[in-house]
């Protein structure tokens, strides 16, 4: 058990002795009080990592040490203890941030197991702030979290590149955080005040996409009304994201290639050119080494975008992270949550550390909202998981994957993988289009690509047919 600094705070000299004896035994520094002005004063000298409290105790009750700690410390967890337990009292307890609430008389393991979870959650919530501040030395990167040693090495790379000009090509799976990482490269560099653009090149059909990032000339074709300026304008002194730069075809790949070594760009239908400077920041889930060797992208552009690469690592690549994201979902979630949810249950935790996660960290935002609005109490539990992730981690402990395949992916392609998860979210969703899209974080459009890719037959793309 993690050791830690806990005041028990009763004015019930027998309760509040016995369990900080039990405590104590657990190995962990303990400071006892009987009312809870003395508390909250020992409080402002800072270092306490748990606080477990009684709700009645004379002029200063446990909700007023609960709201004194959250006003100095916020990230010291306070659990409630009580006599007199109630729905109300619970609800009551919980909205004003207290980790638990539990009622007298309580079993030695049952407070064994609830100090244990609120000490991870405090222990979580301080490797969060801690990150934060380590982050905002370096800039505003608030959306990116992770410590682990494969996501330090990102960080690195953002750093160096951000204060420069160059070309750089994100390179990772769907769902590891590319924009994350392009918007932290723009917000730390110097064309922070300009506008950053994202396009994705793998979401409309080239002749769209064309007239989208070069804009066009009043009458250059069909419902073309007006003249209009394209992005590569609207990011001009800024950043323009591509995002799935392995999408675009032929012709777009000879126009971008002209507009990166010209630095001017060309609206359809237009005779003059605009001059532009942008910083373009590019990225995949392709391999374009690959691609250009099968002639699938030109390698003259490859060299342009290949100029700074930064490989960002998958979920299973760092699984050690999952902790802190799951709270950082969490707590973004919660808020809107209709039922208070303040942390996750050890078992469920086990359940997301056992999943491979090929969504990676999209699909687990996905799943924590998921299961923060599906919860019905203050910690989530297993069954408040999409069934792919608990079937998914299952067939880690029994060697088998949902379709009596062999679970053990690590001599599969990542296409072969990919085709799998589809295949199991399309399954669980019953061939909702629309709900298997949002699990795996895409759109739909991409979402029948990757099934066309797999051979997979959605249906029309517009046949409605969504089941509900």
Same mark, same amino acid.
């Not at 700690?69 to 919980?94: H, N, P, Q, Y």
């Not at 960290?361 to 919860?375: C, K, M, T």
């Given at each position: ?271 003059? =050119? ?100 599906? =919860? ?85 793309? =517009? ?6």
């Amino acid at each position: 058990m993690q050791k830690a600094k806990i005041l028990v705070v009763d004015d019930d000299a027998v309760a509040r002795d016995l369990l900080a004896d039990a405590l104590k035994k657990e190995g962990h520094d303990v400071e006892v009080f009987s009312n809870g002005a003395d508390a909250i004063a020992r409080g402002m000298k800072g270092g306490v990592d748990l606080v477990l409290t009684d709700i009645r105790m004379g002029t200063v009750d446990g909700l007023t040490v609960l709201r004194e700690f959250k006003r100095v410390s916020a990230d010291t967890s306070i659990v409630l203890l009580t006599s007199f337990g109630s729905l109300e009292g619970a609800i009551e307890a919980i909205k004003q941030g207290a980790y638990d609430y539990l009622a007298k008389p309580f079993k030695k393991e049952q407070i064994k197991l609830v100090v244990q979870r609120s000490l991870d959650h405090c222990r979580l919530l301080r490797e969060n702030a801690r990150f934060r501040e380590e982050l905002k030395e370096k800039g505003e990167w608030s959306p990116l979290v992770g410590s682990s040693p494969a996501m330090l090495d990102v960080y690195k790379l953002v750093a160096r590149v951000s204060e420069g000009k160059s070309t750089v090509l994100l390179q990772g799976e769907s769902g590891t955080g590319k924009e994350l990482i392009a918007r932290a490269i723009h917000a730390n560099g110097p064309r922070r005040d300009k506008p950053f653009v994202p396009v994705n090149c793998g979401a409309l059909p080239d002749t769209l996409l064309e007239s989208e990032m070069f804009g066009y000339e009043k009458g250059a074709f069909t419902g073309a009304v007006g003249t209009k300026a394209g992005l590569f304008e609207a990011a001009n002194g800024g950043t323009l994201f591509l995002d799935e730069i392995g999408e675009l075809g032929p012709a777009l790949q000879v126009k971008l290639l002209r507009v990166m070594q010209d630095h001017e760009v060309r609206r359809v239908g237009g005779t003059g =050119s605009v001059k532009v400077d942008v910083r373009i920041i590019a990225a995949t889930n392709r391999d374009l080494e690959q691609f250009v060797k099968e002639e699938k992208f030109r390698d003259d552009l490859y060299y342009r975008l290949n100029v700074v690469r930064i490989t960002l690592p998958s979920l299973i690549d760092r699984k050690g992270d999952i902790p802190m994201l799951a709270h950082h979902f969490l707590q973004k979630c919660a808020a809107g949550a209709p039922t208070v949810v303040r942390g996750i249950l050890p078992e469920t935790m086990t359940l997301l550390m056992q999943y491979r996660w090929p969504g990676n960290v999209r699909e687990l935002e996905n799943a924590i909202e998921r299961a923060v609005s599906l =919860s019905h109490g203050p910690l989530l539990t297993p069954d408040d998981l999409p069934e792919a992730i608990r079937q998914g981690s299952a067939s880690a402990d029994t060697g088998t994957s949902l379709d009596g395949e062999p679970a053990d992916v690590a001599g599969l392609t990542l296409e072969e993988v990919e085709k799998r998860h589809l295949i199991r979210v399309l399954k669980e969703t019953k061939g909702n289009k629309v709900k298997a899209a949002k699990i795996l974080g895409i759109d739909r459009r991409t979402l029948y690509r990757m099934a066309e890719r797999f051979g997979l037959d959605l249906g029309d793309e =517009s046949d409605g047919s969504d089941n509900g």
